[in-house]
């Protein structure tokens, strides 16, 4: 399959300290980026994308940095809050329309 | 405005039968896409429709098919199950064609015994 890993890295944050998600995304070519949140039993949720003519974008608490020199994407959460433990997965699109790759996914979890 | 709706939403069937999945996407997104989740290979792109046609295909063997609807409505098929496609089934659907953001549902959890 395209989507390898599957031994996920954990980040172990405290609550209201800002977390930084890395992701190596596969191909130079990908020129649309997205990040979701996968909660237990749900399907993921949009956190926040952007495109490969930008190399930065904010949202509401986050903000995702793209290096594509190094086909690196990172997503930053400021003051992380206990809602925020999930798995966070970054998806690039390598072909026209909308077939998204997926990383493996790293969980979060927040201490209180 | 509702989002992304997935029936059923459990499934549990044994080795050689077949089943069919359905999603409703978000209204007036026309672009479904499917995708499976699992332990061991994480999420995967099976494949995707617009406008009731498959766009693109994933590397998935041919008894995963899918079909969508007039209505943008989609349903994917696995005929002679597996053990293996024990998976989450997860849609996600898009306003456009091309490179949209895609809203996921709630995703089909399937057992194959």
């Known amino acids: 399959g395209e989507s390898v890993g599957l031994h996920l890295p954990t980040l172990s944050v405290q609550e209201g300290d800002n977390s930084i998600i890395n992701c190596a995304y596969s191909n130079s070519a990908s020129d649309y980026f997205i990040w979701y949140k996968q909660e237990s039993g749900k399907g993921p949720q949009f956190i926040i994308d952007i495109r490969s003519n930008m190399d930065k974008r904010q949202g509401q608490r986050v903000t995702v940095l793209l290096n594509k020199t190094v086909k690196h994407l990172s997503l930053q959460i400021a003051a992380t809050q206990p809602g925020d433990s999930a798995v966070y997965f970054c998806?690039?699109?390598?072909?026209?329309?909308?077939?998204?790759?997926f990383g493996a996914g790293t969980i979060l979890r927040v201490k209180s | 405005k509702a989002g992304v709706t997935q029936t059923p939403r459990y499934l549990i069937k044994t080795r050689g039968q077949q089943v069919t999945l359905s999603c409703s996407p978000i209204?007036?997104?026309?672009?479904v896409s499917w995708y499976q989740q699992t332990p061991g290979q994480g999420l995967q792109f099976l494949f995707e429709?617009?406008?009731?046609?498959?766009?693109n295909k994933g590397n998935f063997p041919g008894r995963f098919s899918g079909r969508q609807f007039s209505n943008s409505r989609s349903e994917m098929n696995v005929s002679t199950l597996e053990l293996g496609d024990s998976a989450l089934y997860l849609c996600?659907?898009?306003?456009?064609?091309?490179?949209?953001?895609?809203?996921f549902g709630p995703g089909t959890r399937l057992l194959v015994l």
């Open positions: 429709y617009f406008s009731e046609t498959q766009r």
């Open positions: 998806a690039e699109t390598l072909e026209y329309g909308n077939k998204l790759v």
């Open positions: 209204s007036g997104h026309r672009s």
């Open positions: 996600a659907s898009s306003s456009l064609a091309g490179k949209e953001t895609q809203y």
